[in-house]
């Protein structure tokens, strides 16, 4: 109420966030997290009822959530089939990076021109935390942990942060996205050395000596490479088949499954610490 006793618009807006909402936005988190930490089967139909089931909400916040992250290019809605997780190529992975690596070298160039110091002290202190997070996930050492996972798009973020065009950024985030979630479906890989911290410190180091010319081509290159990474692994060498000619295999995406990864039966890395190669 205002002092004259009549309501005002703010009287009339509910107090707190409507049951409704939050539900969809908790189902929306937690799918969108499967999503991406690589335990939802690329190409396996989501069945609504059993979203339902396992998340413990209602088929209208399901289908908001499931909507949401199809616009998101997460998951694909086709007529009549209803929806199912994006699925994953060798061809829009190589069309992924080319363009990714674009918009990263973009943003670190336009970062590298305006950035000022508190942009400098934030990649310092991200690589600091990227360098000391394990790799891999103490329950399933074949899988990347989800600390890692937010360690490394903490730095990635650093890097691109000084950047002053909104729309470069939002374009990144977009990408930054698709790319986490073929990196996250990747295992071990044989026969490619790398060293990840090197890596990240060589993009730190010339970034935070302003040669925006060398910053480029190391994330050019520490890009490529997990491409070449993905690319060898059995998931991408097949190809996938158009959505109406797949198979329809009932979705393992509920709550508490996890899929299990194909193994390699060797292994051969020049890693530091005498690991297999992982894609940053
Ligand atoms: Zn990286």
């Known amino acids: 109420m205002d002092g004259t006793g009549r309501m005002s618009y703010l009287d009339t807006m509910p ?29 396996t139909r989501l069945k609504i009822n059993d979203l339902c089931r396992a998340h413990g909400v209602s088929l209208s916040a399901v289908r908001e959530a499931l909507s949401r992250l199809t616009s998101e290019g997460l998951v694909i809605a086709e007529p009549q089939r209803g ?17 990714r690596t674009q918009i990263e070298c973009s943003c670190l160039e336009r970062a590298i021109a305006v950035g000022d110091v508190d942009w400098e002290a934030q990649i310092v202190a991200a690589f600091h935390h990227l360098s000391r997070t394990p790799e891999r996930d103490a329950n399933d050492p074949q899988r990347m942990s989800d600390a890692r996972s937010a360690a490394h798009a903490t730095f990635h973020d650093a ?20 790319s986490e979630r073929y990196r996250r479906l990747s295992v071990s890989v ?10 990240h410190q060589d993009i730190m180091e010339a970034t935070l000596a302003r040669d925006a010319k060398r910053a ?20 991408l060498a097949v190809p996938v088949l158009a959505p109406d000619r797949r198979a329809s295999p ?5 709550k508490g499954k996890t899929r299990t990864q194909p193994a390699p039966k060797a292994q051969a890395s ?9 894609s940053p």
């Open 159 to 178: 890097l691109a942060s000084g950047c002053d065009s909104p729309w470069l950024l939002r374009l990144r985030g977009a990408l930054y996205v698709q």
């Open 250 to 254: 009932p979705a393992r995406f509920v």
């Open 83 to 99: 929806f199912s997780v994006a699925p994953v190529s060798a061809a829009e992975l190589t069309d992924l990076t080319q363009v």
């Open 15 to 43: 107090r707190t966030i409507p049951v409704s909402f939050s539900r969809t936005q908790d189902v929306y988190e937690r799918l969108r997290a499967e999503l991406l930490n690589g335990r939802a089967e690329p190409a």
């Open 190 to 199: 044989k026969g490619i050395a790398r060293d990840l911290n090197r890596e």
């Open 270 to 278: 020049g890693e530091r610490g005498g690991g297999p190669a992982r």
């Open 216 to 235: 480029c081509r190391l994330m050019t290159k520490h890009l490529e490479l997990t491409k070449k990474m993905l690319l060898s692994q059995a998931h």
